[in-house]
């Protein structure tokens, strides 16, 4: 194979981040814009020994699969990566890669995985986004998101998976910053103010926050800012967070408040929940009710156990466990987060609920063998990289009656489910939850016992 030629390909399955996967005599091309089930002419751009990449030139016969983006910039834009196909298709496709990763790399021979909870509606149900503020090639200034694979911006002000309020404020700051001459942020040459606009809004309160992140300390004409963004019904919280470092981290550690609390208030289930600009929180409000929901039934909760929620975050999990637990006690390294968990369960009169700043891999090991650490129940919610080695012998060594796994990547997942099987737990079932449609991103929740 080699670059510029041009082949006819049927796509045969997708990578995790959407791709197209399909072999030209044996040579196999991962194409994005392709759907399963799709036969396509289409150019290669790049051709190692074995595999390589090719652009969709020519869509000869659609898929089944295939429908028409709701958005213009669908494909330039790398938000999302399968608007092109349906969404049914979309929830049997994550169901397939959580059963293959299990069994291929679980060592699982048939595992119990669900079909995917879905959404009623899939759009509109991102509470949170950040959008890089720049300039195009006629010097305008353009907000968005970055193309696929690259920090260039693809102007996408309306995006159909946030709220439609988005526009109205990003609209606001862009005018702003033309009048005052407010210059946005290069990457190149590390100058210029303004890097990115924060935007979050709580479907349960109405309360919307506005935080720009700048390379500096202050924002000349804050006041006619402020006195616009007010004019949004619900504006709660208006700031900003300095970020001078050259990164690719887009948040600062420090936040200057311009109007209200820094914070606003959400809530999931019976939980209150007041979250910062920098407090991790589920960007789908809705699915994470069902996710927390498929964890508390699976923990198998009676009012009598111990549970431990290993990368707790800001307690969210927590609060939920801790109304039908006896006491929970969560860890989580980040130690701002903890201090929003503390003040979360405060809030909620939560007193069964203690939190450790620390690795879990390191916390829960120490405590285990200081004799401090028992379980009924223990819950992990891990980044993508999945646990630590150290953590799972330790969790085995433990022996809780049951193992509840919520994962964000099945990949790892499988793999940490084997180690646990290795060490006499086995996986009962596995619930996936559709956390962000459109995105190749499932969340998949795992209830384990003992053997």
Known sequence: MEKNQLVTVKIEDMTESGEGIGKVDGYTLFLKDAVIGDVVEAKVIKAKKTYGYARVMEVKEASPCRVEPRCPVAGPCGGCQLQAMSYESQLEWKRKKVREHLIRIGSMEDPKVLPVLGMEDPWEYRNKAQFPVGRDKNGEIVAGFYAARSHRIVETERCFLGSPVNEEILGIVKRWMKENRVEPYDEESGRGLVRHVLIRESEKTGQIMVCLVINGKRVPAADRLVERLRETPGMTSISLNVNQERTNVILGKQLVPLFGPLAIEDRIGENRYRISPLAFYQVNKRQ????????????????????????????????????????????????????????????NGITNAEFFVGKAEEVLPEKYREGTARADVIVVDPPRKGCERELLETIVRMQPERIVYVSCDSATLARD??????????????????????SGHCEVCVKICQK
């Open 288 to 347: 994470t009710e069902v996710l927390y929901r498929t964890a508390l039934k699976y923990a198998g909760l009676t009012g009598e156990e111990t549970v431990w929620d290993l990368y707790c975050g800001t307690g969210t999990i927590s609060l939920f466990l801790a109304r039908k637990a006896k006491m929970v006690y969560g860890v989580e390294i980040v130690p701002e987060a903890i201090e929003n968990a503390r003040e979360n369960a405060a809030l």
């Open 417 to 438: 489910v084997k180690v646990l099987g290795e060490g006499g737990y086995r996986m009962v079932e596995g619930q996936p939850v559709d956390m962000f449609p459109m």
